[in-house]
């Protein structure tokens, strides 16, 4: 069982930046891809965007391009997102994932979540 944990998460006003980390500690780990999430408060998890492992190519959905920056350390086995020009509507829990082998859609492991608020 590989373990993600998050890390970063605060409270933060509107217009600031946010860095979060999802370490797997103890662990060596070469995942296929790894993504981030976020679930608003009263709201379904929306995919926030992902990264392949290996190559660092990286995918957003058109409603997270411009502010969101997903990118990995492979020697700390780190993944990161960095979020630029925070809004209050990026207020929501965000979640780390990964998705072990390219046959399978489904993301195996995922963390326990980093809370991110932002005031306005």
């Known amino acids: 069982q590989v373990q993600l944990v998050e890390s970063g998460g605060g409270l933060v006003q509107t217009g600031g930046s946010l860095r979060l980390s999802c370490a797997t500690p103890?662990?060596?780990?070469?995942?296929?891809?790894m993504g981030w999430f976020r679930q608003p408060p009263g709201k379904e998890r929306e995919f926030v965007g992902r990264?392949?492992?290996?190559?660092?190519?990286?995918y957003y959905p058109d409603s997270m391009k411009g502010r969101f920056t997903i990118s990995r350390d492979n020697t700390k086995n780190t993944l990161y997102l960095q979020i630029n020009g925070l809004k209050p509507e990026d207020t929501a829990i965000y979640y780390c994932?990964?998705?072990?082998?390219?046959?399978?859609?489904?993301?195996?492991?995922w963390g326990q979540g980093t809370q991110v608020t932002v005031s306005s």
């Open positions: 994932a990964a998705r072990t082998t390219p046959i399978s859609a489904k993301y195996d492991y």
């Open positions: 103890g662990e060596t780990f070469s995942p296929f891809l």
């Open positions: 990264i392949h492992w290996s190559s660092g190519t990286t």
